[in-house]
């Protein structure tokens, strides 16, 4: 019998707990035995299984020093006493030592501290400084662990050339996309997007995601297109680049024709994908793109970033720009807009080309290389 113990303290929202989820409503029969969860309590709402428990420590868990501090004084006791066989690190960050005869996983799941034009970014910040730390600890969690999930190629060989060597146990399983994108449940049009035809960008507003550039592109498009047409960005912006994005719009006098729409429930993105006209994506790095497969699942044409590890998920489904070429960009909207034929026949190779990742093959591959060590 296996007992896995799950470190998902620092999954409170977003990608983090809808991987979990598809993972532990998808248990394969028999193994493991036992899954304790170590997590916030709402993931319990979301779990029937009589082999799943959630367990939520007495100690603040919103506090990242006193969690930390606490799984290097508490988790490998924990794991003791539950009699884990296996420990699973799914943040990226092996927080405690691991008992003797545990069998220790984690996952790649940030490329920016590994992305040196990244971090340089950030100039003289704490973001800095915390991008590089974590970049050590994320490596020496990897070459320590027993296995290694990464989601995309890109991200092993990233983590392999700062190693300086292939890691051990290494295995690239991509993520899924829920079948919510692919036919939407019916209701009602959620109230925040434009009543006109709209591009969509849905994003955290960060300077890698490159909001400034679409804006500015948006712009030059405005300029030729006159029929109506929104841009509407959806993400977490209490940032100062949000600030900036903000300020742009103003600058540009657009605040009419682009909807900045905040954080949005997840469960309103699969409408808002369906609805939209065409799709950005001006990511400069990402590990695996989830938005990127959300989109194409949706079956809408995209436009999206060349850096990687974009082709190796939208192959040749999807048309690509360098996100700082405004050029680039808006003479590719000009044409998708006025070429109504073309959006439709690239918008079918993103949906068929998306039926590659799912999330039924990503927990069988997953519960695969997870018990794989288990004698």
């Not at 977003?14 to 170590?38: A, I």
């Not at 592109?217 to 509407?232: D, G, H, N």
């Not at 429930?265 to 793109?289: G, K, Q």
Request: hydrophobic share 40%; with cysteine.
């Amino acid at each position: 019998m296996s007992v896995l113990l799950i470190d998902a303290l620092s999954a409170r929202r977003g990608g983090g707990q809808t991987y979990l989820l598809n993972l532990l409503t998808r248990l394969p029969p028999g193994e493991p035995s036992k899954v304790y969860v170590l997590a916030q309590r709402e993931l319990d709402e979301h779990l029937s299984s009589d082999r799943v428990q959630v367990l939520q420590p007495r100690w603040p868990m919103h506090n990242g020093l006193l969690l930390t501090i606490w799984k290097k004084l508490f988790l490998r006791r924990c794991a003791d006493r539950l009699g884990a066989s296996l420990l699973f690190f799914p943040g990226g960050i092996v927080g405690a030592a691991v008992p003797t005869g545990t069998r220790c996983i984690t996952m790649f799941r940030n490329v920016i501290p590994f992305d040196m034009a990244q971090r340089r970014r950030y100039g003289v910040s704490y973001q800095r400084l915390r991008n590089w730390l974590l970049e050590r600890v994320m490596l020496k969690g990897m070459l320590a662990a027993d296995l290694v999930i990464f989601l995309s190629d890109y991200g092993r060989s990233l983590s392999e050339k700062r190693a300086g060597h292939a890691i051990a146990g290494a295995v690239t399983i991509p993520h899924g996309v829920s079948s919510s994108f692919r036919a939407p449940a019916p209701g009602p049009r959620p109230s925040w997007l434009s009543s006109s035809p709209y591009l969509l960008y849905v994003s955290t507003f960060e300077p890698y995601k490159a909001q400034l550039e679409v804006v500015r592109a948006f712009a030059r498009v405005s300029q030729e297109w006159q029929r109506p047409l929104s841009l509407v960005l959806v993400g977490y912006d209490n940032s100062s680049y949000g600030r900036r994005v903000r300020e742009e719009v103003s600058r540009l006098k657009l605040e009419e024709r682009i909807v900045i729409a905040g954080n949005r429930p997840y469960a309103e993105l699969p409408a808002a994908n369906h609805d939209s006209l065409i799709t950005v994506f001006a990511s400069e790095a990402e590990n695996c793109p989830n938005v990127l497969l959300e989109a194409m699942a949706a079956g809408k044409p995209i436009l999206c970033s060349r850096r990687p590890p974009m082709p190796e998920f939208g192959s040749d489904a999807v048309w690509y720009f360098e996100p700082a070429n405004l050029d680039e960009l808006s003479a590719q909207l000009l044409r998708l807009l006025r070429e109504p034929d073309t959006r439709a026949a690239l918008g079918a190779r993103a949906a068929e080309r998306s039926r590659r990742f799912d999330w039924d093959e990503t927990a069988r591959a997953t519960w695969s290389a997870l018990l794989g060590g288990i004698k």
